[in-house]
């Protein structure tokens, strides 16, 4: 069930110090006031300058005067968010900004080496994420949407609010006579999770008006699924050995089979295969009778390829000069 803002802040116990990620928008203005209130002196606020609007400097203004204001200290990032070819700017924002929170709340400028993030991604936020998910074919983590608690980098990710409709977070917010930022690029329907905020949530308030609640439900169900499934692909990975021996794979079904695959790329090698790639992988992985049977294919961000009874993924820039990409690693490699 969404939760009154008060509830959320009242339930919400992280680790000391504490960093909020402050944009200066209502969301994280009204994560920030509320954290400072409730623990004086332990909360600071990172702020990240993208350089990507005439606005940006604004937006750091009023940040440093909101801080100022509490008491809280304030560490301004800034970050090169121009997003790489064929990556969405959307994309590239994010990961810029997660790398700078990171990077700030690790650095030594506190007092105390900050180990847990505040982030005040709400109700709406998540089922934006969902829907751009279901949007992209995901599968059961893509579903799950955001965690409220997350361990990464050594920093704990928190989002207290993601049980508050974002409506309510904004009440709150003038309840207090506090003012936030409005940033223009909300309203640009050129984005995909603008056309979702604008234009689909209204109308699954007209049709579903409980939709946040269900569909926190859904997330919660393909959270725990995913849960599982890592923890089978885990154990299967034991079974098979790394690099995965080909013949014990061969044992499994094929999901069973894909599951720990994408598990053994995502977990040691920090990339994720398309579902075509990964049907490639698996077609090529049942035809492996022989032994002069050769697996060669792209797969994420590298190649998958056979390597006597295993299977092995490289990526050619971590082993050759950029003028020879298309080379293979030596085979001890």
């Not at 609640?213 to 790394?242: M, N, P, Q, Y």
């Not at 994408?262 to 990964?278: D, E, K, M, V």
Request: proline share 6%; charged share 20%.
């Amino acid at each position: 069930m969404t939760q009154p803002f008060d509830q959320a802040i009242a339930t919400f116990s992280p680790g000391l110090p504490l960093a909020v990620g402050l944009s200066g928008g209502a969301d994280s203005t009204a994560l920030l006031l509320a954290c400072a209130r409730r623990w004086p002196g332990q909360v600071h606020a990172i702020h990240v300058h993208h350089g990507l609007q005439a606005a940006a400097d604004d937006f750091a203004r009023h940040c440093e005067a909101l801080c100022a204001a509490l008491d809280v200290p304030l560490v301004l990032r800034r970050v090169d968010a121009r997003p790489a070819k064929g990556e969405s700017p959307e994309d590239a924002a994010r990961r810029a900004r997660y790398h700078a929170f990171q990077a700030a709340a690790l650095d030594g400028q506190a007092r105390e080496a900050i180990k847990n993030i505040a982030l005040a991604h709400h109700a709406d936020d998540q089922v934006e994420t969902l829907l751009l998910a279901l949007s992209r074919g995901a599968g059961l983590p893509g579903l799950a949407a955001m965690p409220a608690r997350r361990e990464r980098g050594g920093i704990v990710w928190h989002r207290p609010l993601l049980g508050v409709a974002g409506s309510a977070v904004r009440d709150w917010l003038r309840a207090q006579g506090q003012a936030w930022v409005q940033d223009p690029s909300n309203q640009d329907e050129r984005y995909t999770r603008n056309r979702i905020r604008l234009r689909l949530l209204p109308a699954l308030q007209e049709v579903f008006p409980q939709f946040r609640d269900t569909f926190a439900r859904s997330s919660a169900h393909a959270a725990e699924a995913a849960g599982l499934l890592r923890e089978l692909a885990a154990a299967d990975l034991d079974t098979i050995g790394l690099p995965p021996r080909i013949a014990a794979l061969q044992q499994f079904s094929p999901a069973r089979q894909a599951n720990v695959l994408r598990h053994w790329l995502r977990a040691h090698h920090g990339t994720t295969p398309s579902s075509a790639q990964l049907q490639a992988l698996l077609a090529q992985i049942a035809a492996c009778t022989t032994r002069g049977h050769r697996i060669h294919l792209k797969v994420g961000e590298g190649f998958a390829r056979r390597r006597g009874a295993v299977l092995d993924w490289y990526n050619p820039a971590l082993f050759v000069s950029p003028a020879a990409h298309d080379a293979e690693p030596p085979e001890d490699s």
